[in-house]
C-alpha cells in the first residue's frame, strides 16, 4: 500500500531526525562545558529572523490547531549575535511552545527594544508553569514530573538555551501562570554602531 510506505517513511524521517536533535544537543552541552562551542556574532537584522521562525512554527502549530502571531512593533535595530545560534533558541522555544499548548491556543512571538539590548519574547497560552518549577526550569537534564512520562527529550533544552543566550551576553527569564500561559524573555546585544547618539548622529 503506498499510503502505508509514505507513513512508514514519515515516521522513520521524523525518528531519525528526532534522535539527530537529541544527539546535536548533548553535543552542545559537552562543548559548552568544555569552553570549546564557538559563537560567531556578527550584525544582524532581528525582523527577517522573525518572520522566518514564525513561517517556521506556523505549519506545525496549525496541524495542532493553533494560531501563531507575529509581533511587530515597528523598524527594529541590528543586534550582534550568531544567526544560527539565535535561530536554534528561537527553534526551541517555539516548539515548547507548540508542545504545551492546547488547540484553539495561541503562540506569540516578538521583541521589543530595551537599554543596550533587544528582548525576544515567546508567549503560549498554554498550561503555565508552576512556581516552584520556573525555578528549576533551565537546569540540565530537569523535566517537571508531570510531562517525564508523556513529552519525549532529555531535558536540555532550555538548560541549553540559557547558556547560549549567556554567551551572547544576555538573559533569559520566564514568566508563567498556572491555567493562563508562560512567556519566555532573552536578550540579545544590540549593534551600538547601529544607535543614535545623543546628539542623533549614528
Known sequence: NPEQVALLSQNIHRSAEHLQNRINEMLDMARIEMGTLRINTE?????????EMAD???PIAEKRGQTVRLEEPGPLPDIVADRDRLCQILINLLGNAS??????????LGAEVVPHFLRFF??????GIEEKEQERIFEAYYRP????DRISGLGL???LCKMLVEKHGGRIEVASEIGRGTTFFFTM???ERD????EGVV
Open 56 to 58: 517556521y512554527i506556523r
Open 145 to 148: 514530573e508531570r510531562d517525564r
Open 122 to 127: 515567546v508567549r503560549d497560552t498554554g498550561k
Open 195 to 198: 544607535i543614535p547618539n545623543d
Open 99 to 108: 508542545r504545551y499548548t492546547p488547540a484553539d491556543g495561541r503562540i506569540t
Open 43 to 51: 550584525p544582524l537584522h532581528p525582523a527577517p529572523i522573525l518572520r
Open 157 to 159: 533544552g532550555l538548560a
Open 189 to 191: 546585544p544590540l549593534d
